[in-house]
């Protein structure tokens, strides 16, 4: 059973930071990479970030946010920092596990989390 738990979400005021944890448990490959995504309310899943192969780090070229995405300490959490949030970056946010193809699309994953509300208020 594989389980993906997104933690670190909240309130946050616009200019601010966060900082997205998922933790990973069960049996499962991440070597094929992990990674973020964002849904904001009547709007698609978004990409924004992965962690691939060898731990090279692939960005969304379209989101404005100032992303980084990095391992812990145990390889089997990921986290997202977010720096100089505006209120459009309000949205759940979700970690998934890659299983093949790109790295930008959710159809390349297989595995997803809960998400974590993140709102951001001017």
């Known amino acids: 059973q594989v389980q993906l738990v997104e933690s670190g979400g909240g309130s946050v005021q616009a200019g601010g930071s966060v900082k997205l944890s998922c933790a990973a448990s069960?049996?499962?490959?991440?070597?094929?990479?992990v990674g973020w995504f964002r849904q904001a309310p009547g709007k698609d899943r978004e990409f924004l970030a992965a962690?691939?192969?060898?731990?090279?780090?692939y960005y969304s070229d379209s989101v404005k946010v100032q992303l980084t995405i990095f391992k812990g300490d145990t390889k089997d959490t990921t986290y997202l920092e977010m720096n100089n949030l505006k209120p459009e970056d309000t949205a759940v946010y979700f970690c998934?596990?890659?299983?093949?193809?790109?790295?930008?699309?959710?159809?390349?994953?297989?595995?997803w989390g809960q998400g974590t509300q993140v709102t951001v208020s001017s």
């Open positions: 962690l691939g192969l060898h731990n090279n780090e």
């Open positions: 998934a596990v890659r299983y093949g193809g790109t790295y930008y699309s959710p159809s390349d994953y297989l595995y």
């Open positions: 069960g049996r499962f490959i991440t070597k094929y990479g």
